[in-house]
């Protein structure tokens, strides 16, 4: 595998499930993000991870918990979402995110639709 | 307001025409402009980035930015089917470190 993947892919699950969205990187990178992607609109930072710890919490919502275990590794688990929180979710990656510019390197994304 | 607009199209061309791609910002702390393609059901890819003022090619594609007017723009000669794609513009700051502030994204098509 190389540079971001994410798992699964697709996603569809109901207002009362719990799910979790996997990211890894190859690419050995210290700092990881979590966007929200939705038609029409810009992407939405919603979480940073920088040498494992959380750097940044854009004002989510805490029915999105983010988990980062290592460098390489990022969840996001999902439970009692909403329909419009439907959207694909990104996962990307830096070097780090103490330089003032980082090229961030994105994943395919999770298309995740909540019924 | 938003800190960056960017018209989100649909924006459809022949082959070979020259598109331009564009965006405004109104943050005058942003220094690096960074445009990344996204193909449909991939994330999105770095496509160019410049820093300050100035333009910057590569192959087909160039890259100016205006800081007096806060104005960025992406121009693709001779364009491909290939080139298909949404385009989003991104901005960054020293003040921002990493943090990038996306437009909504161009979507193109070039026809054959």
């Known amino acids: 595998e190389t540079g971001v993947t994410q798992t699964p892919r697709h996603l569809v699950m109901g207002m009362t499930n719990k799910k979790s969205l996997k990211c890894e990187q190859h690419l050995g990178h210290n700092a990881m993000y979590w966007y929200k992607q939705s038609a029409k609109k810009p992407l939405e930072l919603m979480f940073v991870?920088?040498?494992?710890?959380?750097?940044e919490n854009n004002s989510v919502p805490s029915r999105f918990s983010p988990e980062c275990p290592n460098s390489s590794h990022l969840f996001l688990h999902l439970h009692t979402l909403q329909p419009e929180d439907s959207a694909l979710y990104l996962c990307?990656?830096?070097?780090?995110?103490?330089?003032?510019?980082?090229?961030?390197?994105f994943g395919p994304g999770t298309r995740l639709t909540v019924l | 307001q938003k800190e960056v607009e960017q018209d989100p199209g649909p924006l459809s061309v022949p082959e070979g025409a020259i598109v331009s791609l564009n965006c405004t910002y109104s943050?005058?702390?942003?220094?690096?402009f960074m445009w990344y393609r996204q193909y449909s059901r991939k994330g999105p890819e770095l496509l160019m980035y410049?820093?300050?003022?100035g333009n910057k090619e590569d192959g087909r594609f160039t890259a100016q930015v205006d800081k007096s007017s806060k104005y960025i723009s992406l121009f693709i000669r001779d364009s491909q089917p290939s080139d298909s794609a949404t385009y989003l513009c991104a901005m960054s700051g020293e003040t921002s470190g990493s943090r990038l502030t996306f437009g909504e994204g161009t979507q193109l098509t070039v026809n054959p």
């Open positions: 990307a990656s830096s070097t780090n995110t103490g330089s003032w510019y980082n090229e961030q390197f």
């Open positions: 943050n005058s702390a942003f220094q690096y």
């Open positions: 410049t820093y300050s003022s």
């Open positions: 991870y920088n040498f494992k710890e959380q750097t």
